[in-house]
């Protein structure tokens, strides 16, 4: 069984910065990749970040430049830090792993979702 959490999401002013945490437990035996997408209301989810091990990482046009994602591989987390934050930002930030469990299987597991709300 394996668990994202995530944490840090509210309420901030439209250029005002957020840091987003995410962390994986369970029966890990390694996290192939972590990554960050979202789904604003009325919205389909849509990528926002991806951070495959050993890999390029990669942003969506719309928050390159404003978002850094990381990894601590040693904590099996990652985290989001959001600056220059636009009202079109606003939206429930979900963590995503690829990851192969203890026993060989592989799967995508998501976190519960964190609000995100960019207002003045």
Same mark, same amino acid.
């Given at each position: 069984?394996?668990?994202? @959490?995530?944490?840090? !999401? %509210? ?5 005002? /910065? ?6 994986? =437990? ?23 970040? @991806?951070?495959?091990? !050993? %890999? ?5 046009? /719309? ?6 994602? =990381? ?50």
């Amino acid at each position: 069984q394996v668990q994202l @959490v995530e944490s840090g !999401g %509210g309420l901030v002013q439209p250029g005002g /910065s957020l840091r987003l945490s995410c962390a994986a =437990s369970g029966s890990i035996f390694s996290i192939i990749v972590m990554g960050w997408h979202r789904q604003a209301p009325g919205k389909q989810r849509e990528y926002v970040a @991806v951070m495959p091990s !050993g %890999g390029r990482i990669a942003y969506a046009d /719309s928050v390159s430049g404003r978002f850094t994602v =990381s990894r601590d591989n040693a904590k099996n987390t990652t985290s989001l830090e959001m600056n220059s934050l636009k009202p079109e930002d606003t939206a429930v930030y979900y963590c995503y792993a690829v990851i192969r469990v203890v026993g060989g299987m592989v799967g995508t597991y998501w976190g519960q979702g964190t609000q995100v709300t960019v207002s003045t």
